[in-house]
Every structure is written in C-alpha cells, then in structure tokens.
C-alpha cells in the first residue's frame, strides 16, 4: 500500500449502529486529520492529531470520537448518528503540521445514515 | 479568520480549450495548495505553491503573496480534467481552510 488508506470506502449505517472508520498513512507522516465534505459545502476540518496527541477538536459533536493510536493510523468512531451526517470522510497527512507541509488525502469513505 | 474564494464557482469548456482558475485569500499565508477531486472523491494534490510559479504537464499554477491570489491554469484540456478544483490554505494553528472550489466539467 502506498499513500494514504481509508477503509471501508462506503459505509451505510443506522441511527442506532456503531461503526469505525480507518486511516493508514504510509508515508512516515507525523500529523494526521479529519475532514467532513458534504454535498455542495467546503471541508470541514474536524480533527487534527499531531505525534498521537489531539491538537485540534473543531466543534465535532460526541457523536464522532477519534483515536489515534500511533502516527500511522487514525480512527473514527461512530454512534448514534444523525442523517445530516452522511457525508464523504476524508483522512489527511502531513510531515507536521499543515501550516508548512502538504497535506496528502485518502480516497475518503462515503458514509450514509439511515 | 481567514477568507478564502474560488472563481468561477463553475465552468464548462470544450475539449482542447484552456482555462484560469484564481483563488483569493484575505490574508497572508505560508502555505498554499492546489488540490482536483475526480468524480469518485479523491483529492489529488496537483501544487504545493506558497509563492512564485510551478508547472507539471499542461498545468501550472502561480501565487502572489503579496497580493493574496493565486491562479491555476490548465491548458489544452481533456476530458480527465473535470471534478472540483479547490484552494487551501493554512490559518494560524492547526487548521486549513479550503475555498468552495471551482467545478469544471469538460466537453468531449
């Protein structure tokens, strides 16, 4: 695998379901991030971890919990969803944080909830 | 905080054609990136172009900071360059702000 991964690339699930997202960044990459893209809106930053350490909570409801384990893999957590959540998920890395490092995307999961 | 526009929001051109895309930002930057999203929702990182001008292929970008605005030019396009162009750039801290993009759809 090269780049970054995000699996799974759909994902349907109802209000009462729990689910996780994954990211795997293959790139030796110290930060990693959420971002949110729903229909016709900008990104939305939503998390930011830098060397494991959460740097940045951008006003994400509890609903949406992250972990990250080690600088290589990043987690999101689901429950109790809402339907305005169904949105494209997108997971990014940089060699530190983005002020001066390009940030690399995944090929996101399009979640949907039901 | 930082204000970043896209124009046009959205664009149709014939196959072969060239085009201009500009992103204005209201403050200075140290960062900024050009980014195409393909249909399927991958973001495909095309420029990293804090300043100056970059080219790869039949696009090339430039970026005058002192003026905020950065364009992206793509030449003799093809069918492969339609999805959403955006602009990003880095606020102070951790986050990154992204323009509303620019959709271009080309014709065959």
């Known amino acids: 695998e090269t780049g970054v991964t995000q699996t799974p690339r759909h994902l349907v699930m109802g209000m009462t379901n729990k689910k996780s997202l994954k990211c795997e960044q293959h790139?030796?990459?110290?930060?990693m991030y959420w971002y949110k893209q729903s229909a016709k809106k900008p990104l939305e930053l939503m998390f930011v971890y830098n060397f494991k350490e959460q740097t940045e909570n951008n006003s994400v409801p509890s609903r949406f919990s992250p972990e990250c384990p080690n600088s290589s893999h990043l987690f999101l957590h689901l429950h109790t969803l809402q339907p305005e959540d169904s949105a494209l998920y997108l997971c990014a890395s940089s060699q530190a944080l983005a002020e001066s490092y390009e940030q690399y995307f995944g090929p996101g999961t399009r979640l949907t909830v039901t | 905080g930082i204000q970043v526009e896209q124009s046009p929001p959205d664009l149709i051109l014939q196959e072969g054609a060239n085009s201009t895309l500009r992103c204005n930002f209201s403050?200075?930057?140290?960062?900024l990136q050009w980014f195409h999203q393909n249909p399927w929702g991958q973001l495909i990182n095309l420029f990293y172009i804090p300043s100056g001008t970059k080219q790869n292929g039949r696009l090339s970008a430039t970026t005058v900071a002192t003026e905020r605005y950065s364009l992206l030019y793509i030449s003799s396009s093809q069918t492969t360059d339609s999805g959403v162009y955006f602009c990003a750039v880095p606020t102070g801290g951790f986050k990154t702000i992204f323009g509303a993009g620019t959709r271009l759809f080309v014709k065959a």
């Open positions: 403050d200075s930057v140290n960062n």
């Open positions: 790139l030796g990459h110290n930060a």
